[in-house]
């Protein structure tokens, strides 16, 4: 295998949340720091799509924003084809690179711009970089990525609300391709939609990915979605990247007690009636997070290493990467899930 | 069973949900009927726009002005409900209809400590001395598992998360001992967990008090795992109504085909979803005949030109015009 | 073309129709802004240039109470000007220092405002106290304050010649708070938009986005303070003229007229300064009529 495309070392993102200076003297408060992404690594192979998967709060979309350098690392580097995105200024260089990923956000109708027509919104990119000269040639580029997502060139003189949800993400996707990018970002891109027009934008994008060599790293709160899009999985709780593998593997031989309970909440539509003991518990507030590894108040298989010490990743037999001391001494019972699983031993 | 128990706790007849525009009137909920027996849940499901979340509101008499209802009668209990005066409807929802919104935080007034909310919602419905609805409050807490109620019940809602907040709002639509609640995606502002710690909540309290429960939501996977019945709705008719096993797994609708087929799932990664092509049309252009038609790969002569009645197909009834015998020989 | 039928169709074009109040309004302000625009062209004499007046003609009432000459439909004043004349001509004063005041307050607000929200940090911090403090201050007395210091300032020879600019520049600097507080709270909305970030990670100066993605988009609640400004600056520009530190008297505006007229009015000669008066509040009335209306359509959420 070639050299990755992305490299996250370390990667952590902290936001001070702290009161008003003022507030904080009179009522002596300390300042206080959200971890929102803390401390992750994961390298992403060409043409592959790395998903990240977890419940709100856990840092996802913030990893997101940190990889396409929305947000500066507090800690960390993320290296995309070997160069520092934290050390792109604005100069050409940092243009050269810019070109080369891109990224489609969530909300459809929050993610272009109300004033501008389509045409506008897809050239934009194109115009930044300066990759074309000329309005007829731009046109012709507009018309042929219209095609590509499924609308019709007649399209880019229309308002964004004129369509309906599909259709601008269909339009956002247009965007995000418009600059020949080879890495997308895509941060939810089908929560916003309904299950018809998910399955639509889902297609669409592996068609894309086929015709168009593209490396995805997508996020989700939907394990379903990213079971079908996936090559590879991370399950990220309260900042941190729990669990690491290949789909297959994540999937059928999850290790993490935390991925095993989210695989456990999915509603099954199977119907093969098996009993379903709801977890316990929910997220805790990501502000002042618990000691040692951070599942451990939800954790079955806890004890007094787990309240005490944050587990660091080990790679177990089947490959995957994992961050529990349950699973590096042995003490999770081994779990394989089928279609139709067995009743989970964990609950 | 006697004749008595057959008779449904509720009893949608051609209801019909109007929008009255300056460009006309639009037809959010067009002429659809159920029933829903004691202690059923019956699911609604549908996408944005299918007027599912109308049908709900127009059970409860909450319609956003100007949506109104145009025609048709909700009956509870054999009573009609549907033209019931302000104050009267308002005496019926709480008491005899429970409601659980989207989210949490808005059936919530963040002013008051829940066991206030509590006990004055059980005070205006139920005969009862302070203390003793005091006493019923700290039970429906802990009957929808909040642990340690009595030290609970004094707080504020800003100080439940959000799973938390859901189960108070589903204790206050319980003050009462409503028989029918009605949930409004009760469980999509809530993460996956937490969604199926709701779940079973519903499916519990719905065994034990026999609560009758009409859950609209979007979620397939909440239908299968929650319903009894269920309806799938489409551009403001009920395209199939049938037993939730027949619904998902033996889809009759071209409609609801689809719409299984383009659910990912685990087990079997499809190289591709079965897509249905296009959108749900906007209420100001429902096509003719059924508004299905521009998206069925099954369509034939009369899908276009007239608007099917649903037909019954077994346990379910399905408004497609495959299963009428006459039109498909005709077209043959 | 496309433009025009979808203001037609819109919904703002619809509730406009359906206001009789409104439309009233519209006309009303139209008129006061084409008779100060075309004011040399349709007023019956032009009551700065002597040669027109005649002194024989002066304190004449309106024309149709007894004395009144129907040449000078709203009477005279005390040196013979036509007050139908100098109504037109004080308007024309008025607008223009309302409407320029406005263009100066709009530039200045939502600019600083536009870096205020975008830029955020010690820069939204220190715009936002100085915007602060300068509300704690009456807009007239702000409007004082920057006319006095001019006053100072300026040469006395020059004070005729640039009085209009500085009192636009006072009136102008007083209003700018509204606008870049407006501004400075949409585009914090408009900056969190995923449309912005995408502008961001094409790699676009902040500059280019400020312009082109979040100015747009923060414009519609601009239009409504502007509109309700204007009267409010017309207003002002009155208040400083009726005081005597606005136009020179040799320029009057509706302000000044009425201050002068005031002199007379318990002598007996009520129309020198009650229709001047009259037509200020009419002018004012029919465009805060207007920037109320246009507050409430562009505003769903008030319906």
Redesign the interface.
């Known amino acids: 295998m070639s050299a990755p495309l992305v490299v996250a070392t370390d990667l952590a993102r902290y936001f001070d949340v702290s009161k008003p200076l003022l507030n904080r003297l009179l009522e002596k408060l300390p300042r206080q720091t959200l971890r929102a992404v803390d401390g992750v690594d994961f390298t992403i192979a060409k043409g592959e799509t790395l998903s990240f998967v977890g ?2 709060g856990c840092g996802k979309s913030t990893l997101a ?1 940190l990889v ?3 947000y500066p690392p507090s800690r960390g580097s993320m290296m995309f084809d070997g160069t520092d995105m934290s050390k792109l200024g ?1 100069s050409a260089d ?2 050269r690179v ?1 070109k080369r ?3 489609i ?3 459809p109708y ?6 501008w027509r389509v045409g506008k919104i897809i050239a ?2 194109i115009v ?2 300066g990759l074309m000269s000329g309005p007829a040639q731009i046109k012709k580029r507009v018309d042929e990525l219209l095609r590509q997502v499924g609308l019709s060139p007649a399209d880019q003189e229309k308002f964004p609300h004129e369509f ?4 601008r993400q269909r339009i ?1 996707i247009a ?1 995000a391709l418009s ?1 020949n990018p080879e890495f997308l970002v895509c941060d939810e891109p089908t929560s916003a939609l ?7 934008i ?2 669409l994008m ?1 068609d894309l990915q086929r015709e168009l060599g593209l490396t995805y790293l997508f996020i989700s ?5 990213v ?2 899009i996936s090559d590879r999985v991370g399950v990220m709780y309260l900042g941190k990247l729990v669990e690491i593998a290949d789909v297959k593997t994540l ?1 059928a031989r999850p290790v993490h007690p935390y991925t095993r ?11 093969s009636g098996r009993p ?1 003991t ?2 316990a518990g ?2 805790p507030n990501p502000i002042d997070p618990p000691s040692g590894c951070t599942f451990h108040p939800r954790c079955p298989y806890a004890n007094d290493r787990c309240r005490a010490e944050a587990p660091r990743a080990i790679r177990t037999k089947t490959g995957a990467m994992v961050a529990c001391h349950a699973a590096e001494e042995g003490r999770l019972p081994d779990l394989e899930r ?2 139709a699983p067995p009743p989970n031993p964990l609950l | 069973m006697d004749k008595l128990s057959n008779r449904p706790l509720l009893e949608v007849k051609n209801l019909r949900v109007e929008f009255p525009t300056r460009r006309g009137t639009l037809v959010a909920v067009d002429d659809i009927s159920f029933s829903i027996q004691p202690g059923e849940v019956l699911g609604v499901v549908g996408e944005s726009g299918a007027g599912k979340s109308l049908t709900g509101a127009a059970i409860i008499g909450l319609l956003e002005p100007p949506g109104r209802v145009a025609g048709g009668e909700i009956l509870l209990d054999g009573q009609r409900i549907d033209n019931l005066p302000y104050e009267k409807m308002r005496r019926i929802r709480g008491k005899e209809i429970g409601a659980v919104f989207q989210d949490p935080l808005t059936s919530l007034n963040p002013l008051y400590t829940v066991g206030r909310q509590l006990t004055e919602t059980i005070l205006t419905h139920l005969d009862m001395s302070e203390s003793e609805a005091r006493a019923r409050a700290i039970g429906l807490l802990q009957d929808v598992g909040i642990p340690a109620p009595e030290r609970r019940i004094d707080h504020y809602p800003h100080q439940f998360s959000g799973g938390m907040r859901q189960r108070v709002v589903i204790a206050l639509a319980l003050c009462a001992n409503p028989r029918l609640i009605v949930a409004d995606e009760p469980t999509t502002a809530l993460d996956v967990s937490i969604q199926a710690q709701i779940i079973t909540l519903i499916k519990r309290l719905c065994r034990e008090h026999g609560t009758a429960v009409m859950l609209v939501t979007h979620d397939m996977g909440v239908i299968a795992e929650t319903a009894d019945r269920v309806a799938v709705m489409y551009a403001g008719r009920i395209a199939e109504i049938g037993p939730v096993r027949d619904v998902i797994q033996r889809a009759k609708h071209p409609y609801t085909e689809g719409l299984m087929g383009s659910i990912p799932k685990l087990g079997n990664a499809p190289a591709r979803l079965a897509q249905i092509d296009g959108a749900m049309p906007r209420l100001t252009a429902i096509p003719k005949g059924c508004a299905f038609n521009p998206r069925c790969t099954k369509r034939f002569t009369p899908c276009t030109q007239l608007r099917p009645d649903p037909i019954p197909v077994g346990a379910t009834d399905v408004a497609c015009w495959l299963y009428d015998q006459t039109k498909k020989a005709a077209a043959e | 073309m496309d433009a025009v039928r979808r203001f037609v169709d819109s919904d703002v074009f619809y509730s406009f129709r359906r206001s009789p109040i409104i439309i009233a309004a519209a006309i009303v302000t139209v008129l006061f802004f084409a008779g100060a625009v075309f004011a040399p062209l349709i007023a019956p004499q032009n009551p700065f240039d002597l040669r027109q007046l005649n002194l024989m003609d002066s304190s004449l009432p309106p024309a149709w109470l007894p004395d009144g000459l129907p040449q000078y439909p709203l009477g005279t004043d005390t040196q013979g000007r036509d007050v139908l004349s100098t109504i037109l001509f004080g308007s024309r004063i008025s607008l223009l220092v309302g409407v320029f005041s406005v263009v100066f307050a709009m530039i200045l607000g939502i600019s600083l405002g536009l870096l205020a929200g975008y830029v955020g940090g010690t820069v939204d911090a220190v715009i936002m106290r100085v915007a602060d403090v300068q509300l704690s201050f009456p807009a007239i007395l702000i409007a004082l304050l920057i006319d006095g210091v001019a006053r100072v300032v300026i040469p006395r020879e020059l004070h005729h010649d640039i009085a209009i600019y500085v009192l636009i520049l006072a009136i102008g600097f007083s209003g700018w708070v509204q606008y870049a507080r407006t501004v400075r709270g949409s585009c914090m909305v408009e900056k969190s938009k995923e449309y912005v970030q995408a502008a961001r990670v094409i790699g676009r100066h902040p500059i280019a986005i400020m312009l082109q993605h979040v100015l747009p988009n923060v414009l519609g609640p601009v239009l409504v303070i502007a509109t309700i400004h204007l009267a409010l600056a017309i207003i002002t520009e009155a208040t400083l003229s009726f005081l005597g530190v606005g136009v020179p008297p040799t320029e009057p505006s509706l302000g000044t007229l009425i201050r002068i007229g005031n002199n007379f009015l318990f002598s007996g000669e009520w129309w020198i300064t009650v229709f001047p008066g009259l037509a200020l509040v009419v002018m004012v009335l029919a465009v805060n009529l207007l920037g109320d209306w246009l507050r409430d359509a562009l505003n769903p959420k008030l319906r």
């Open positions: 419940e709100s924003r396409v350098g929305l604005s940092a243009a810019r990923f891109q990224m956000f969530q909300d929050a993610s272009l711009n109300p004033r934009e990119p930044v970089h309906s949800g599909g259709q956002s965007r600059s309904d299950v018809s027009v998910q399955a639509q889902l297609n592996k709160h939907n394990l379903a979605v079971y079908y999937f309970m989210l695989l456990d909440a999915i509603p099954d539509l199977e119907m379903r709801p977890v929910e997220v089928t279609a």
